[in-house]
Each structure stands twice: as C-alpha cells, then as structure tokens.
C-alpha cells in the first residue's frame, strides 16, 4: 500500500461524545482523511454555545434535526442565519460565530472540517447571545 494512501474507514455516530468543544457543544468525531475531517456536532435543547472563531480551518455544515439559529461575523454587523434539516452554511477561517438550539429536541450538524481539527483551534470571542 502506498504511504500516503490512507486505509478505507467506516464507523457510525458514536453514544458518548468525543469530547466537549471550547463553545460547548458535542462532538462525536467521524473518519478523518488529508484533506479533511468529519465530525457529528449536538448542541442539547435549550443551549447557547460560547462564541469562537477558528484560526486555521474551514468547516461545512449540514443540520440533521433540530432548529435552532447561528450567528456569523466576517466585517461589518454580522448576520443571523436560521438552522433547520437540510440548511448547509459555510464558515470560512477567520468567522467569529454562535450558535443556539431553539427546537424541543437535540440540534444536531454534520461538520466537514479542512483541514483536519488541530488542538487547540477556536478561541473564544464577544458573541451575540
């Protein structure tokens, strides 16, 4: 097998997260290749998470269930985008952002994260909530 070539991977959703994120949520992490990483995210009802930006990687996410929204801050103002099943949003490296859960259940998002998740990544910021 050539050496940079990594092996084929599958795995489902883990019960226990992986470990808590610095804004609170849960992360239950997925395969993992050069490129890019995946991970599931559940923020539980009723919670806000602490706002952060990334230093080095961009991320893609898809919400799965819940409804909830998450604030976004390039330049300027920032904006409020409403999270529900099938929404994607794209949070580019540098993005201030917080997010919160306002369904009756688990908000839960697949994350695609490039490049893979360094530690340590977010560090907090002012947020909105």
Known sequence: MDPTQLPFQTM???????????????????PEMNGGGLAHCRLPLGRIS???KHRTVEEIW????????????QEGDGEVVE???????????GTKFQ?????????????????PWPKPEAMPVEGVW
């Not at 999270?83 to 490296?93: A, F």
């Not at 919160?100 to 998002?109: E, F, K, Q, V, Y």
């Open 12 to 30: 489902g959703i883990p019960d226990a997260p992986s470990y808590i994120a610095p804004d609170g949520s849960e992360i239950r992490l997925l």
């Open 99 to 115: 997010f919160r859960n306002d369904g009756d259940g688990p908000l839960n998002i697949l994350i695609v994260t490039m490049p």
């Open 50 to 52: 602490k706002a952060v």
């Open 62 to 73: 898809f919400v799965l269930e819940g409804k909830g929204r998450i604030w976004l801050k």
């Open 83 to 93: 999270l529900h099943w099938g929404i994607s949003v794209t949070i580019p490296v």
